[in-house]
């Protein structure tokens, strides 16, 4: 069973970073795309960027040049740095990742991201 564990989420004012890691334990699978979706008060969930195996992004228009996303394939995690965070980044940040192999995405639970004005 794949579980990806979120951290990093929090409060923060607006202008501010923070970086959010997601690591999928285990090393009998192979991680292929990750990336984060989230999900605004009210709204629906999103795509804020993505990263494949081979290090290739791409991101949300919203986000473009003030969040990063990395990953370290030899831990299977993912990460995001925000900067330049707006109340409109405000949401439940979710990891998403394709198993190499597995016919379906896995989800993490989420963590809560809060950007104060």
């Known amino acids: 069973q794949v579980q990806l564990v979120e951290s990093g989420g929090g409060l923060v004012q607006a202008g501010g970073s923070l970086t959010l890691s997601c690591a999928a334990p285990g090393s009998d699978f192979i991680t292929n795309t990750m990336a984060w979706h989230r999900q605004p008060p009210g709204k629906q969930r999103e795509l804020v960027a993505s990263v494949t195996r081979g290090g290739n992004t791409n991101y949300w228009d919203s986000v473009k040049g003030r969040f990063t996303i990395s990953r370290d394939n030899a831990k299977n995690t993912v990460y995001l740095q925000m900067n330049s965070l707006k109340p409109e980044d405000t949401g439940v940040y979710y990891c998403?990742?394709?198993?190499?192999?597995?016919?379906?995405?896995?989800w993490g639970r989420g963590t809560q991201v809060t950007v104060s004005s």
């Open positions: 998403l990742a394709d198993i190499v192999g597995l016919p379906r995405t896995f």
